[in-house]
């Protein structure tokens, strides 16, 4: 199936939303009440799919991917001294990077931690070490308990799914753009890296006003840089 045979049909919306803009009350601007609805449901089932075939890959094969992800990662961050990296501890068939984190402190990075702290607000980082203390979050995702929270300098985000204009798909929860936009406003940009299967690549994700594209992304097989950087 090539890439436009996986586009929906039935939208009551074209892909392009521009036209259907209006002011909103986030700090972005918001589409159509019916064109929300479809792009949600659309995005629900992608998730669904997308997480299913990523579970499918053997455990070992995908351990594997993530330690050639692991690899561009040191590439990417060769200078990263100084540098705090927020990952996240994998789950749902994630690409698991927790040896690569403990690798990174030995280089002098900072790792922290993206923690849920209150449902639907920006996410909010702290520093993980091998001996930190950690408790069950959302969903039962540990977290790190102890310590300030950090502003990271580059932001490692799980994918679900990915488009070619470098748009993320998430698990549903705008937790990552809702982090973005507020570091935003306070004049932080941090890079954001997107890690994910080759196999999570999809046409497009029908990106909204608050979607914010990553910077780079990292599978398996490639490092692909947004254009316009
Ligand atoms: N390993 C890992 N940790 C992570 C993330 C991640 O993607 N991976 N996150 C990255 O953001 C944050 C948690 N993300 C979450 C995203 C959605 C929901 C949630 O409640 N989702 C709704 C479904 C919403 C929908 O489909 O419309 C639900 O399950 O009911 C919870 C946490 C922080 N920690
Ligand atoms: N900057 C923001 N401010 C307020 N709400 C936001 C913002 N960004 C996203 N949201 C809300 O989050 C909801 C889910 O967003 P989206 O479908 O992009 O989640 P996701 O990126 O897949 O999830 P996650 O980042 O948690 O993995 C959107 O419907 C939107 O209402």
Redesign the pocket.
């Known amino acids: 199936m090539s890439d436009s045979d996986k586009t929906p049909s039935g939208f009551s919306s074209s892909p392009c939303f521009a036209h259907e803009l209006q002011a909103g009350q986030?700090?972005?601007e918001v589409v159509d009440a019916q064109t929300?609805i479809d792009?949600?449901r659309w995005?629900k089932a992608q998730?669904q799919h997308l997480i299913n075939l990523r579970l499918e890959v053997p455990a070992r094969e995908r351990q594997k991917a993530a330690d050639c992800m692991a690899e561009k990662l040191d590439t990417i961050l060769a200078d990263s001294q100084n540098c705090i990296v927020s990952v996240y501890w994998p789950f749902r068939g994630e690409p698991n990077l927790r040896d690569w984190m403990a690798r990174a402190i030995g280089k002098g990075v900072r790792i922290a931690l993206p923690v849920v702290e209150i449902k639907?607000h920006p996410l909010v980082f702290r520093e993980w070490t091998p001996e930190a203390r950690m408790e069950p979050g959302i969903w039962n995702i540990p977290v790190p308990v102890d310590g300030p929270p950090l502003i990271p300098t580059h932001v490692i985000?799980p994918l679900?799914g990915f488009d070619k204009e470098s748009y993320?798909?998430?698990?549903?929860?705008?937790?990552?753009?809702?982090t973005l936009?507020?570091l935003q406003g306070k004049g932080v940009k941090p890079i954001v890296i997107g890690v994910g299967h080759s196999l999570a690549r999809i046409a497009t994700i029908f990106p909204?006003p608050?979607?914010i594209p990553m910077n780079v992304i990292v599978t398996e097989s490639d490092i692909v840089w947004a254009v316009n950087q």
Do not use: I, T
């Open positions: 986030n700090g972005y929300a792009v949600a995005r998730r639907s985000s679900v993320r798909l998430g698990y549903g929860g705008g937790y990552f753009d809702r936009a507020q909204q608050y979607d």
